[in-house]
């Protein structure tokens, strides 16, 4: 048994205790190290990082600037097979095998994951750290506020979504003069290379064209948002005070994290190309249908000035010490679920080769690494040359056939009691995740993570599986029970999977075919036969065509419990045809999103929500409850 | 001359311009110091404050543990005369006597300031953190984001409010025993001496007492807050999605500094204290009309856990390196309006026995600086010293007869040439404020803050105006042209005020009198001779006494353009009818507020917005257009 190294590190022991106990209980049973060490440790000089508070800092984008010359080191992507409702541990796995690469293999390694909603942190999930001994912590600083990203992104969303109505209205009740005769309007005139600027001197028609956007009121797909599961503002009628004058709009809240914004932090490269991609936001149509952005409405620079402090990630630590970068959020069906490509492009210069970087895909591996390939990595030019898959017997189970899964029920006897043949049926969802990952060229391990009623028996079918299906190694992992170590397997199956890797990224598909023959490439790996679209879905896809955005990649918003759209339909489906209800855009982001059946963009709190049991020692002012 | 100290100190020596420059222009000319070494130079060691960035640090409430056995500095707090729409510098002169005090007369000083709402900096008004060269740096840092605590508190707010919508609707929706199930349940049934947990050994009318809260829909005070100048959230319909199965209410959005959790920051002592008021916020009545409260919706504890960064107030510096807490809001009519009770306190503490806390309180004296001394004076059990009034030719002349000064409209020509007599009649109004705050017992001091159109004549009129209505002394400021040199003889007064000030502070009103007993005192302060209720006014004190909650104090949400309910009513009127349309209570914060005629608590973005000039720069990082 390795031990974990501490010569050249700030790594810290574990001491593991079996049973496993409460997450929060392991998360406080340790002390963190000042983060600044672990920022030393990455030799990131102070200047390249701001504190907040002892346990997190902001790494800013000089560092990246400044190691521009630097080589990248590994890049590993972990997603997951067809999850329970009760999710199969890719964020535990991603923080395990990190804690084993650097806490028990003396590697290099930055784990990046993605910045959790507050919304399920006090309503039906909790936490999103990790669990049992690979966790990321503060455990409590992580859940909440952070570093204030979401609340910046919430803000700006906002901002947006008011300058929207407020300039319908004032469009509404104010003469083309008096609209013109606001200074934006200048350098509107001067974007379209028209040099007058005394409105006498313009005809009517110019001021008419230049002062207004004439926004149909109609055609806005732009929703306010809110980092909470506020049900009640799923939809909304709003503008019914007396002074706004009868001017009322049905719209919505979504969840912030599900926000264009987020998906802007996400896919942004710098600075620059975050104030063009805020700018290029479009947030509805004008009433002769061409497209309407946040620049048009003069906002593009005040989106970016909220975001300026957002676009650095996050450094915090796992439980062994090793370094984490939290970007972004989790929304993996109406945006692309990853963590930022700023976080991983800072972390693969900071381990620099024979480095590992680690980040997690959101949802399952059909969803969130098929994002990650043709979204993520497109964008960034980045090529992964490891794709982890996250199984679970559990998981393999349902999908062989056992009995539904249903979170705060018990689970049926089925999943606690040996049954070989139900995991063999079940790897057929297996099987397929690790085809279609392993079409972009990276090497694919099958991480089988490990439950105390697991048989080894269960475990071997699913290596075996896995092996058939072509993967490159199949690994059972014990880091939840065992921290690190209990993942160094995994680490070196990782470590190999990367050495050996050679072949260049391959997409799904090109961007410049038409956005239903992209459609139909994604829809092929999921085992449909077809695909069929709305009158609605026509008509955007004709829309987004004529305003010249189908070269953009595709963002599919779509069930994670199951390939198909139906979350019943378990295993591997083939032969369905895919329904296509609506198509969106997220052009500041850069992609089309198709919407795979109904899409809840904003959470409801349970009866039993997990506010609940939160609460504050205030002695102490150590956070309780939180689970 | 004096010159800035430099040996013992970190003070910064500001090279001075004229005319003056923009206010971003002279902030950005300034190279901010490292936060710590301004927390150094108040001997905060680095286990007492968080850094957030290199310029902002938490102060932790531990500090306040620490040195609760030294004693306080000198405590000077900063009102103003009835303003016109453009502000006559309160901040200014806050921020302008503490440069004075810190850079040149070598006192130990604190300037505590209010967190300014970012929906006024993207709004009408632009920033806050002072003018000319007394301002608080880094501007864009002041007025953005900050440390989070506005953003904590709309998470906070909002969390809530979704509580109180989805209580309603498991109510409507599920049976008794279903929701007594819910474990929370136990701890209620604790709460009220019950020890049965069985819900088969309870009547159904034990369980339904216990497991309903049966708000009353039409009840409930509670709304939603926005960081934003959002006027289409003034009145909405939200619950209008279909799982909503028509649990439609109306309801609205107010801007988050209007939060009854503000006020609660404000006023609040300790953790422990601030989790019994969040706790107990009522959020409207059940349908037998008793009071619903936060923690009968088992959310306290969630709320505190939200806000328990927040508590620590921010420390930043001035143009002079004068160290800055900033805290709380500013929204002075709803709530009220004053920087927070742990700043001043940690403030008084860090500066000792000879050293200046110099605290600003929101609006025209006749709101700020009362309710600083009825509500927060009163909850902290501190005693000012010293109150400032803060005066203006420009407001004067307006008060004496000046013709109406709008906010981006020029100046008519009464404000630019000399005319005593116009002021001369305008100082009525000073001479009210400078007896009510006399009253409280410190001494009184006017700070005329002088522009550049001001004559002798006219600033000689304003000393002895001041001096005759009892003011301790008056001085003529011009620290918005010179910094901390222009306001060294107010530094001087106001050290002579405080060390020769002798009176306990005396209350306007006790607290064991009737809610309109109150209320009449304060009318009578105004200059009324009566107050009018409106039939919906008397429920509600009726209603509030029936609640026992008829000892809190009283905090009028009045407009600030007039000591009376109407806003031209400039000068010192009196014998009108003080109207009372509504009393609203805010029990977790710990006060009944009356509302004086219609106060708008979501301000909206006007036709022209200050965003449109915001941007980033984004090869220097720097903010541009803020103003």
């Given at each position: 048994?390795?031990?974990?190294?501490?010569?050249?590190?700030?790594?810290?022991?574990?001491?593991?205790?079996?049973?496993?106990?409460?997450?929060?209980?392991?998360?406080?049973?340790?002390?963190?190290?000042?983060?600044?060490?672990?920022?030393?440790?990455?030799?990131?000089?102070?200047?390249?990082?701001?504190?907040?508070?002892?346990?997190?800092?902001?790494?800013?984008?000089?560092?990246?600037?400044?190691?521009?010359?630097?080589?990248?080191?590994?890049?590993?992507?972990?997603?997951?097979?067809?999850?329970?409702?009760?999710?199969?541990?890719?964020?535990?796995?991603?923080?395990?095998?990190?804690?084993?690469?650097?806490?028990?293999?003396?590697?290099?390694?930055?784990?990046?994951?993605?910045?959790?909603?507050?919304?399920?942190?006090?309503?039906?999930?909790?936490?999103?750290?990790?669990?049992?001994?690979?966790?990321?912590?503060?455990?409590?600083?992580?859940?909440?506020?952070?570093?204030?990203?979401?609340?910046?992104?919430?803000?700006?969303?906002?901002?947006?979504?008011?300058?929207?109505?407020?300039?319908?209205?004032?469009?509404?009740?104010?003469?083309?003069?008096?609209?013109?005769?606001?200074?934006?309007?200048?350098?509107?005139?001067?974007?379209?290379?028209?040099?007058?600027?005394?409105?006498?001197?313009?005809?009517?028609?110019?001021?008419?064209?230049?002062?207004?956007?004439?926004?149909?009121?109609?055609?806005?797909?732009?929703?306010?948002?809110?980092?909470?599961?506020?049900?009640?503002?799923?939809?909304?009628?709003?503008?019914?005070?007396?002074?706004?004058?009868?001017?009322?709009?049905?719209?919505?809240?979504?969840?912030?994290?599900?926000?264009?914004?987020?998906?802007?932090?996400?896919?942004?490269?710098?600075?620059?190309?975050?104030?063009?991609?805020?700018?290029?936001?479009?947030?509805?149509?004008?009433?002769?249908?061409?497209?309407?952005?946040?620049?048009?409405?003069?906002?593009?620079?005040?989106?970016?000035?909220?975001?300026?402090?957002?676009?650095?990630?996050?450094?915090?630590?796992?439980?062994?010490?090793?370094?984490?970068?939290?970007?972004?959020?989790?929304?993996?069906?109406?945006?692309?679920?990853?963590?930022?490509?700023?976080?991983?492009?800072?972390?693969?210069?900071?381990?620099?080769?024979?480095?590992?970087?680690?980040?997690?895909?959101?949802?399952?591996?059909?969803?969130?690494?098929?994002?990650?390939?043709?979204?993520?990595?497109?964008?960034?030019?980045?090529?992964?040359?490891?794709?982890?898959?996250?199984?679970?017997?559990?998981?393999?189970?349902m999908h062989g056939g056992g009995p539904a899964v249903?979170?705060?029920?018990?689970?049926?006897?089925?999943?606690?009691?040996?049954?070989?043949?139900?995991?063999?049926?079940?790897?057929?969802?297996?099987?397929?995740?690790?085809?279609?990952?392993?079409?972009?060229?990276?090497?694919?391990?099958?991480?089988?993570?490990?439950?105390?009623?697991?048989?080894?028996?269960?475990?071997?079918?699913?290596?075996?599986?896995?092996?058939?299906?072509?993967?490159?190694?199949?690994?059972?992992?014990?880091?939840?029970?065992?921290?690190?170590?209990?993942?160094?397997?995994?680490?070196?199956?990782?470590?190999?999977?990367?050495?050996?890797?050679t072949q260049p990224l391959k997409f799904l598909y090109?961007?410049?075919?038409?956005?239903?023959?992209?459609?139909?490439?994604?829809?092929?790996?999921?085992?449909?036969?077809?695909?069929?679209?709305?009158?609605?879905?026509?008509?955007?896809?004709?829309?987004?065509?004529?305003?010249?955005?189908?070269?953009?990649?595709?963002?599919?918003?779509?069930?994670?419990?199951?390939?198909?759209?139906?979350?019943?339909?378990?295993?591997?489906?083939?032969?369905?045809?895919?329904?296509?209800?609506?198509?969106?855009?997220?052009?500041?982001?850069?992609?089309?999103?198709?919407?795979?059946?109904?899409?809840?963009?904003?959470?409801?709190?349970?009866?039993?929500p997990c506010f609940y049991d939160i609460d504050l020692?205030?002695?102490?002012?150590?956070?309780?409850?939180?689970?």
């Open positions: 048994m390795m031990t974990s190294s501490s010569s050249s590190s700030v790594m810290r022991k574990l001491d593991v205790v079996s049973p496993v106990p409460s997450d929060i209980d392991i998360a406080n049973s340790v002390q963190p190290i000042h983060i600044s060490e672990i920022a030393n440790h990455l030799n990131l000089t102070p200047n390249h990082y701001d504190l907040y508070g002892k346990y997190k800092a902001k790494v800013l984008l000089s560092a990246l600037d400044e190691l521009q010359e630097s080589k990248d080191g590994y890049y590993v992507v972990v997603g997951g097979i067809t999850p329970t409702p009760l999710g199969e541990g890719k964020s535990t796995t991603t923080v395990g095998l990190c804690q084993a690469l650097g806490a028990f293999l003396d590697k290099k390694v930055v784990t990046c994951i993605r910045q959790p909603s507050q919304g399920p942190t006090f309503g039906i999930k909790g936490g999103a750290a990790g669990g049992g001994y690979s966790q990321v912590i503060p455990m409590d600083e992580f859940n909440l506020h952070l570093t204030g990203d979401i609340h910046a992104i919430t803000a700006a969303n906002n901002l947006l979504a008011a300058a929207i109505d407020t300039r319908i209205f004032h469009e509404s009740t104010q003469s083309d003069k008096a609209l013109f005769n606001r200074d934006v309007m200048f350098r509107r005139l001067k974007k379209f290379g028209i040099s007058k600027t005394n409105p006498d001197d313009l005809t009517p028609e110019e001021v008419n064209k230049f002062a207004r956007l004439d926004i149909d009121p109609d055609s806005i797909t732009w929703r306010r948002v809110m980092d909470i599961n506020d049900r009640f503002l799923r939809k909304i009628t709003v503008g019914q005070g007396p002074d706004e004058k009868g001017m009322v709009r049905e719209t919505a809240f979504d969840i912030s994290v599900a926000s264009e914004i987020m998906a802007v932090l996400a896919l942004t490269t710098s600075l620059t190309d975050m104030r063009e991609r805020l700018g290029k936001m479009v947030i509805g149509n004008s009433k002769s249908g061409d497209p309407v952005t946040a620049d048009d409405l003069g906002i593009g620079g005040a989106l970016t000035v909220l975001m300026k402090d957002a676009i650095h990630p996050t450094l915090m630590q796992t439980l062994e010490g090793t370094p984490v970068l939290v970007h972004a959020g989790p929304f993996a069906n109406i945006a692309h679920g990853n963590s930022s490509i700023v976080a991983d492009k800072i972390a693969l210069k900071l381990v620099g080769p024979g480095g590992f970087v680690v980040t997690e895909a959101g949802f399952g591996a059909d969803i969130g690494t098929e994002k990650f390939m043709n979204i993520k990595c497109r964008y960034s030019g980045l090529t992964p040359q490891c794709a982890i898959i996250v199984a679970t017997i559990r998981a393999l189970k249903v979170a705060g029920k018990p689970l049926d006897h089925a999943y606690l009691t040996e049954n070989v043949a139900l995991v063999e049926a079940g790897c057929a969802n297996l099987a397929r995740h690790i085809l279609n990952s392993k079409a972009y060229g990276a090497n694919v391990i099958v991480a089988i993570n490990k439950f105390s009623t697991d048989t080894d028996a269960e475990l071997n079918a699913v290596k075996k599986a896995a092996l058939d299906a072509g993967a490159y190694d199949a690994v059972i992992c014990s880091h939840h029970a065992h921290g690190g170590r209990g993942a160094v397997d995994l680490g070196i199956a990782v470590q190999k999977a990367c050495e050996n890797a090109p961007l410049d075919i038409g956005i239903k023959e992209k459609i139909e490439a994604i829809a092929k790996s999921y085992g449909a036969s077809g695909v069929e679209y709305s009158e609605q879905a026509e008509k955007k896809i004709e829309l987004y065509t004529k305003q010249g955005f189908s070269g953009l990649p595709i963002c599919m918003a779509k069930t994670q419990y199951s390939f198909s759209d139906n979350a019943a339909a378990k295993g591997a489906p083939t032969g369905f045809i895919l329904p296509i209800r609506d198509v969106r855009a997220s052009i500041g982001a850069g992609f089309i999103y198709p919407l795979v059946g109904t899409m809840s963009t904003m959470p409801g709190l349970p009866t039993r020692d205030t002695t102490t002012g150590q956070v309780i409850g939180l689970s």
